[in-house]
Structure formats: C-alpha cells, structure tokens
T-cell receptor, first 110, second 115 residues
Framework: AQSVTQPDIHITVSEGASLELRCNYSYGATPYLFWYVQSPGQGLQLLLKYFSGDTLVQGIKGFEAEFKRSQSSFNLRKPSVHWSDAAEYFC????????FGAGTRLTVKP | EAGVAQSPRYKIIEKRQSVAFWCNPI?????LYWYQQILGQGPKLLIQ????????DSQLPKDRFSAERLKGVDSTLKIQPAKLEDSAVYLCASSVGTSGSNEQFFGPGTRLTVL
C-alpha cells in the first residue's frame, strides 16, 4: 500500500537560512510525487511535482525538490527562506489516488 | 479564472445532527475530489468523481457520509448523523482529468466542528 512519511512535525529556521523538508514514500510503481503548501485558512497550493525525467525539479516561490529512488525520498529545499514561507507543507504521492503525509509546520524566525 | 468554491466556510453542529457541504469546481474540470483533513494530519481522500460517476469511494464511511455530483458540475457532501470525530476541514479539489499528472486545485475548505 502506498504511504508517505514526513518525519519532521515542526521545523524552525531563521529568515535567510536554507531549508530542507524531508519526505519518504512507499509506492508499488514509479510514483507521481508532489509538494503542497497550506497557509492558515487557505487551500493547498501546488509547489512542484515529479513524474519522470530530471530528478531535480524546480517549483514556484524558489523551491526545488530532488527525487532519489534508492532512498524513496523526495525532499523539498529552498536556499534562503523568507518570512512569508511560514506555513504547513505536505508531501503527496500517487496517481489518481493521492496520499498525503501528515505535514511539516514551518516557523520562520526574524 | 475562478478557483474552486466551497460553502459554507465554517459550520458548528451538535453530534447526531446532519450537515451538507457544497463545492463548485473550476469550469471545465471533469474530476472532483472530496478530502477530509483532521487537525494535525494530511488530507485524506474521501471520494473522487469523474463527471457524475464515482471513481473511488473506498475511504468514504458510507454508513454516514454520502456525496453526489449531479450533472457533473457542482457536488454536495453530506454527513448524517455527525459524530465528534467528524470534526475536520473538508476540502474540495478539481482537476482536468483523473490522471495523476493533472494538477489538483483546492478550494479553501469548510471547517466543521461537531460538539
């Protein structure tokens, strides 16, 4: 059965520092992988997605993620975090049967 | 282009009462999803429609939850009777088609509190 694990429930980083959010998945075939962001009171917004090809994908708002098949991981990164990046981040896996992780809440310190 | 619309945004009911949520997807999107997001968890797919047909409802508690998408556009999700554990945000999403390569666009959600 497919599943997604986000090991970090809450991460705090200083503004301007780099960020990496971890995501590990279990899926029977080559998965479609996604990262979504959810700000308070907002719906989920797609940051980036991976289907095939180049394992380093670029997304919106300066985010990128790297697919590592050997580690079953799809970690999200950003070189310099802005205060507006504070939100909940969800990793998801699947085709037409999307499964979400529990989320990582990001706090940004001034 | 208008996004996915949901109403109401907030609802408070007592247990054993019934409640209904409404979703209007992005125009032209054939696929519509309902998710349940319990506090501290990721969204869980309840039901997926392709036009007015159900594609996947394997995680829908059918003894109390029902959903319909008449005419293949708007959709309604109903809970009857509600339980305390149904307190959650109910998210509606839509996409062009059922393939996982199609981006899902999410509405703002309806926050349900069951007392």
């Amino acid at each position: 059965a497919q599943s997604v694990t986000q090991p970090d429930i809450h991460i705090t980083v200083s503004e301007g520092a780099s960020l990496e959010l971890r995501c590990n998945y279990s899926y029977g075939a080559t998965p479609y992988l996604f990262w979504y962001v959810q700000s308070p009171g907002q719906g989920l917004q797609l940051l980036l997605k991976y289907f095939s090809g180049d394992t380093l994908v670029q997304g919106i708002k300066g985010f990128e993620a790297e697919f590592k098949r050997s580690q079953s991981s799809f970690n999200l990164r950003k070189p310099s975090v802005h205060w507006s990046d504070a939100a909940e981040y969800f990793c998801a896996v699947g085709n037409n049967d999307m499964r979400f992780g529990a989320g990582t809440r990001l706090t940004v310190k001034p | 282009e208008a996004g996915v619309a949901q109403s109401p945004r907030y609802k408070i009911i007592e247990k054993r009462q019934s409640v209904a949520f409404w979703c209007n997807p992005i125009s032209g999107h054939a696929t519509l999803y309902w998710y349940q997001q319990i506090l501290g968890q990721g969204p869980k797919l309840l039901i997926q429609f392709q036009n007015n047909g159900v594609v996947d409802d394997s995680q829908l508690p059918k003894d109390r939850f029902s959903a319909e998408r008449l005419k293949g556009v708007d959709s309604t999700l109903k809970i009857q009777p509600a339980k305390l554990e149904d307190s959650a945000v109910y998210l509606c999403a839509s996409s062009v088609g059922t393939s996982g390569s199609n981006e899902q666009f999410f509405g703002p959600g309806t926050r349900l509190t069951v007392l």
